[in-house]
């Protein structure tokens, strides 16, 4: 069933919701990397954030992986800001977390546990 974006099976679990969302970000990655090489760190990043990160983050507080049966969505998740990071010439020889502290990006694991936070403290 599919409501307001977000994919829910019978047993109210999202692996097939997010699994779309992973599909629809490496699309637009696909997008960004044919017609966007030659760009500055700072618009990259803009771009990415626009286009990428908010399909990955789309109704997160819904369908959020934080059980450990869970892991293999989170490091999915994950791959495709690795891969958004590497789209970056200056930054190939870097790995994961050099790249984000480099690019200034806080994983998406930290912004999702953040957003929950922010919600629990506003209710």
């Known amino acids: 069933m599919k409501d307001l974006g977000v994919i829910i099976d019978c047993k109210l ?3 097939d919701h997010i699994k779309q969302r992973i599909n ?5 990655l696909g997008i960004l990397k044919r017609n966007f090489k030659e760009m500055d760190v700072a618009s990259i990043i803009s771009l ?13 507080s ?5 059980y450990i049966i869970y892991m293999y969505l989170i490091d999915d998740l994950e791959k495709v800001q690795k891969q958004a990071t ?29 957003g929950d936070m922010m919600k629990v403290y506003k209710i």
């Open 13 to 15: 679990q999202f692996q």
């Open 24 to 28: 629809k970000a490496y699309s637009m």
């Open 48 to 60: 990415y954030k626009v286009f990428v990160r908010s399909h990955l983050e789309y109704a997160e």
């Open 62 to 66: 819904v369908w959020n992986p934080h």
């Open 86 to 114: 590497k789209i970056l010439r200056q930054c190939r020889r870097l790995n994961y977390q050099q790249l984000l502290e480099f690019l200034n990006l806080p994983t998406l694991a930290f912004r999702r546990n953040r």
